[in-house]
């Protein structure tokens, strides 16, 4: 064997070594990196679907989620309620909820996929403050004769409908956000997931 055919041997064995502890070199300085960029499990399950069992949900009460550290209303309708939500269509700022602010199947009054039940983001569209849920109807309620039900922002004295619709002449903006959502079945409702090809 020639000194060259060793030195050969020598510089192949030598320059895959230094190949695979470069790599292994790389593959350890990466691992801190990707492990920083990986969602934590807290972090996913924040923006994870909730499922909601809505079965015990009585008409005219609302229940609460949490769904991306956001509250989120559930609110049973009475068939009383759904008719009067026509009857404000007047008194709104948005009653057909132009604003595009919820999915493309949220459409008419009742703002819903089952107008039975309303699904919405409970904070105020103005500054964020979550308002107060006001079934009672007329003077019962503390806002006036006319009131149907609906929600009051105690910040700054903005008012919703039963569909979140906004009211005509305060500081909110738009109407409550509605926001993605489909029922998996009558009674559990999935937030956070689009209903496709709702009606």
């Known amino acids: 064997m020639s000194k060259e055919g060793v030195d050969l041997r020598r510089r192949r064995f030598l320059t895959a070594t230094t190949s695979v502890v470069g790599g292994a070199g790389v593959a350890a300085a990466l691992v801190p990196f990707v492990t920083y960029m990986t969602p934590s499990a807290k972090a996913r399950a924040a923006g994870a679907p909730v499922k909601v069992d809505i079965s015990k949900l009585e008409p005219g009460k609302k229940m609460t989620i949490e769904w ?38 949220i459409k008419g009054e009742a703002r819903a996929i089952k107008p039975e039940y309303m699904v919405m983001v409970g904070l105020c569209t103005h500054l964020g403050c979550s308002p107060t849920f006001k079934p009672e109807l007329g003077a019962a309620s503390g806002l006036g004769a006319d009131w149907k039900g609906g929600f009051f922002c105690p910040c700054h004295g903005s008012t919703f409908d039963l569909s979140g619709r906004v009211y005509a002449g305060v500081p909110a903006p738009t109407n409550l956000i509605v926001p993605p959502h489909k029922y998996l079945s009558d009674s559990l409702v999935l937030i956070g997931v689009d209903q496709e090809g709702a009606a």
């Not at 049973?76 to 602010?101: F, I, K, W």
Request: no cysteine.
């Open 68 to 105: 991306r550290k956001k509250p989120v209303w559930i609110v049973r309708r009475t068939e009383q309620s759904l008719t009067d939500l026509v009857a404000l269509n007047s008194s709104l700022a948005d009653p057909e909820s132009v604003v595009p602010q919820q999915p493309t199947y």
